[in-house]
């Protein structure tokens, strides 16, 4: 059975992103390898085992183009109003929040905020499916 461990992101100023993930998604370093001509920085917290790998590529000096495919990423939160005011207080303004319905039964309470490089962030009221 395969096991979900994480996702790659590439990021324009490494350490703008580490504090943006740092304080929005409360996760740490995990573990950086630095090599020749580029960087991965992964990042975690106790919640989950899974990781943001930061693909750093150094010299790059244009933003990256996400191109029509890119979609999000998601993380649940115990309280959405909370952690809504929590980013606000830190300057990391979100979209307002809503709730998804599925033939009139509600599906998800969300709300998203953008990082440094354009990259959406979903962050979902933990009930139903997504827990």
Known sequence: MTK???????VLDL???IDFYRKALEVEVANQYV???FSLTYLANEKTGFELELTHNHGQ?????????YGHLAVS???IENARAR????GIQGT???????????LATF???????????EFIQRAGRFK
Do not use: C, W
């Not at 980013?87 to 830190?90: E, F, K, M, P, Y």
């Open 15 to 17: 350490e703008t992103s």
């Open 111 to 121: 709300f998203f905020i953008t990082d440094p490089d354009g990259y959406k962030i």
């Open 61 to 69: 000096t244009e933003a990256y183009d996400h191109g029509n495919a």
């Open 4 to 10: 979900m461990i994480h996702s790659m992101i590439r």
């Open 35 to 37: 090599f020749e001509g």
């Open 96 to 106: 307002e929040i809503k709730t998804f319905h599925h033939q009139d039964v509600p």
């Open 77 to 79: 939160v115990e309280d």
């Open 87 to 90: 980013l606000i207080s830190l």
